[in-house]
């Protein structure tokens, strides 16, 4: 399945860089996401982006910074991290059908983070 | 607040068969899904469920009780590659999807 790409698949930082995460999605779909996987714990949804406007962001530290240019590509930069945010982050896009439909998600293989 | 339920980790041998159980308290339902995540790989849609009744998908198969907050995942005829995580989602009132913590299935010969 190559309809959501990530890169970079890995990335080491430390506390005082900044960096960018890239998502790519080639499935025509109106709507983007950004999540954050712990271990053992639920994803957590970070930013919402539909029509390329972001309509969610679920109390995320500004040193998380997401960029919607177009409906294909999602950014998000990364500032002053701190270790705690080490982990899986994972892109996803959907097709925004209204009331009437699934509105499935569709996730890429996400970018394994480590802050040292 | 909201919350989903379903078991840490499960073990199961090849061949049989394993039921992943999810139970949901959230404001509103507007849909039930579930994906497989194998480790370091994305979460991959499996099925999805608004209402209630058995969704069969060949081997997997998926219920609804929205009377019961409850879901269930079946795995049919296991093989070792069903080894995985299993995500079980509900999309509430506002159309957010409210994720559990998965569950990992550990098959074994």
């Known amino acids: 399945e190559t309809g959501v790409t990530q890169t970079p698949r890995h990335l080491v930082m430390g506390m005082t860089n900044k960096k960018s995460l890239k998502c790519e999605q080639h499935?025509?779909?109106?709507?983007m996401y950004w999540y954050k996987q712990s271990a053992k714990k639920p994803l957590e949804l970070m930013f919402v982006?539909?029509?390329?406007?972001?309509?969610e962001n679920n109390s995320v530290p500004s040193r998380f910074s997401p960029e919607c240019p177009n409906s294909s590509h999602l950014f998000l930069h990364l500032h002053t991290l701190q270790p705690e945010d080490s982990a899986l982050y994972l892109c996803?896009?959907?097709?925004?059908?209204?009331?009437?439909?699934?509105?499935?998600?569709?996730f890429g293989p996400g970018t394994r983070l480590t802050v040292l | 607040g909201q919350n989903i339920d379903q078991p840490t980790e499960m073990t199961a041998t090849e061949g049989a068969i394993v039921q992943i159980n999810c139970t949901y308290q959230?404001?509103?339902?507007?849909?039930l899904f579930w994906y497989q995540q194998h480790a370091g790989e994305a979460p991959t849609f499996l099925s999805y469920?608004?209402l209630d009744g058995l969704e069969e998908k060949g081997r997997f198969s998926s219920f609804l009780s929205r009377s019961k907050g409850y879901s269930y995942l079946l795995l049919k005829e296991l093989q070792m590659k069903d080894s995985a995580s299993y995500l079980c989602?509900?999309?509430?009132?506002?159309?957010?999807?409210?994720w559990g913590a998965g569950t990992k299935l550990i098959i074994k010969p």
């Open positions: 996803a896009s959907s097709q925004d059908e209204g009331l009437a439909g699934s509105d499935t998600q569709y």
């Open positions: 499935l025509g779909h109106n709507a």
């Open positions: 982006y539909s029509l390329e406007e972001r309509v």
């Open positions: 959230t404001s509103g339902f507007n849909g």
């Open positions: 469920n608004v």
């Open positions: 989602a509900v999309r509430d009132s506002n159309y957010q999807l409210i």
